[in-house]
T-cell receptor
């Protein structure tokens, strides 16, 4: 099956700092999403980004499908950004539509 | 507001006592699925449904049942829960993928503990 690797696994930032999270995947995909899992366990959709660049406030994401990677940028981080960030991909061509998740980047933003 | 809802959000139960976790979406999506999340194992798909009355197994279906009698609802049934089904469960939905790929929308999660 498809492999999804995220880096770094852990990240500690001071409030106000910027960061870049990376997601590498081993095969072509037709769906790539970034999620934030907050300390209460909820999975928050951040971006649906199979290719190209999107921005939403302090967050932006870029996927280069031909090179099989995606980046999530967090600028001016806040303590509420803490949690685990997951990249998930979907191969397509199958009705199962199962998302394969990376192991996540655990982000801690300190005041 | 477009959303996927799950109930209950938290549940503590005992081995063998049948339970149902409900999932409902208000976006008229054809596709729905269930995942469980466990430490060290990540999120794994349990069952999925392409439309009403069309369901199939995912990666870890043992010990679970599902039904899809209405488009908006996709309940997860544990006929005889066991402690190894203690987990965080997520329901997801998406439009029919005919002609392209579509975002998947996740519910808020149900934290289940089986003692």
């Amino acid at each position: 099956g498809i492999q999804v690797e995220q880096s770094p696994p852990d990240l500690i930032l001071q409030e106000g700092a910027n960061s870049t999270l990376r997601c590498n995947f081993s095969d072509s995909v037709n769906n790539l999403q970034w999620f934030h899992q907050n300390p209460w366990g909820q999975l928050i959709n951040l971006f649906y980004i199979p290719s190209g660049t999107k921005q939403n406030g302090r967050l932006s994401a870029t996927t280069v499908a031909t090179e099989r990677y995606s980046l999530l940028y967090i600028s001016s981080s806040q303590t509420t950004d803490s949690g685990v960030y997951f990249c998930a991909v979907e191969r397509g061509g199958t009705g199962r539509r199962a998302l394969t998740f990376g192991s996540g980047t655990r982000l801690q933003v300190q005041p | 507001e477009a959303q996927v809802t799950q109930n209950p959000r938290y549940l503590i139960t005992v081995t063998g006592k049948k339970l149902t976790v409900t999932c409902s979406q208000n976006m008229n999506h054809e596709y729905m699925s269930w995942y469980r999340q466990d430490p060290g194992l990540g999120l794994r798909q349990i069952y999925y449904s392409m439309n009403v009355e069309v369901t199939d197994k995912g990666d870890v279906p043992e010990g679970y049942k599902v039904s899809r009698k209405e488009k908006r609802n996709f309940p997860l049934i544990l006929e005889s829960p066991s402690p190894n089904q203690t987990s965080l469960y997520f329901c997801a939905s998406s439009p029919d993928p005919r002609g392209g790929s579509y975002e998947q929308y996740f519910g808020p999660g149900t934290r289940l503990t089986v003692t």
